[in-house]
C-alpha cells in the first residue's frame, strides 16, 4: 500500500523550532520528488518546499524561506522539514506529498495532481 505518515507536529512558542518527518511506505522512494504543503483555518492549501530525487534541488515558498529546511534520506524513506524562527502564521496542518515529477509544485494548477498525500501533522505556533 503507497502511504505517507507524517509526524512531529505540535505545540510550540514565536521563535521556536520544529522538525517534522513523512515517511514513505514504498521502495521506489529515491524515484520521487517530495515535498510538503500546509493549510490553515479558512485557507487554502498552500506550497511550503519540495525536494527532488536526489535532494540537490529544492524549492521553497518565499513567505519560509531562510526559515525552514528541506531535505531527505533516502536510506530511510524519509523527508524532513525543519521549521525554525516559528511565527503564528505558521500554524497549520502540514501535508507530505511525492510525485515522479519534482517540476512546478507551487502552482496550484500542478499540486492538486501530485500522486500521494499524508494525512497531515498539525502545527500550532502560539503568540
Known amino acids: 500500500q503507497v502511504q505517507l505518515v507524517e509526524s512531529g507536529g505540535g505545540l510550540v512558542q514565536t521563535g521556536g523550532s520544529l522538525r517534522l518527518s513523512c515517511v514513505a511506505s514504498?521502495?521506489?522512494?529515491?524515484?520521487?520528488?517530495m515535498g510538503w504543503f500546509r493549510q490553515a483555518p479558512g485557507k487554502e492549501r498552500e506550497f511550503v518546499a519540495s525536494?527532488?530525487?536526489?535532494?540537490?534541488?529544492?524549492t521553497y515558498a518565499h513567505s519560509v524561506k531562510g526559515r525552514f529546511t528541506i531535505s531527505r534520506d533516502n536510506a530511510r524513506n524519509t523527508v524532513y522539514l525543519q521549521m525554525n524562527s516559528l511565527k503564528p502564521e505558521d500554524t497549520a496542518v502540514y501535508y507530505c506529498?511525492?510525485?515522479?515529477?519534482?517540476?512546478?509544485?507551487?502552482?496550484?494548477?500542478?499540486?492538486?495532481?501530485?500522486?500521494?498525500w499524508g494525512q497531515g501533522t498539525l502545527v500550532t505556533v502560539s503568540s
Open positions: 525536494i527532488w530525487w536526489s535532494g540537490g534541488t529544492t
Open positions: 506529498a511525492a510525485d515522479r515529477d519534482g517540476s512546478s509544485w507551487y502552482l496550484a494548477s500542478r499540486s492538486k495532481y501530485l500522486e500521494v
Open positions: 514504498w521502495n521506489t522512494f529515491s524515484s520521487y520528488a
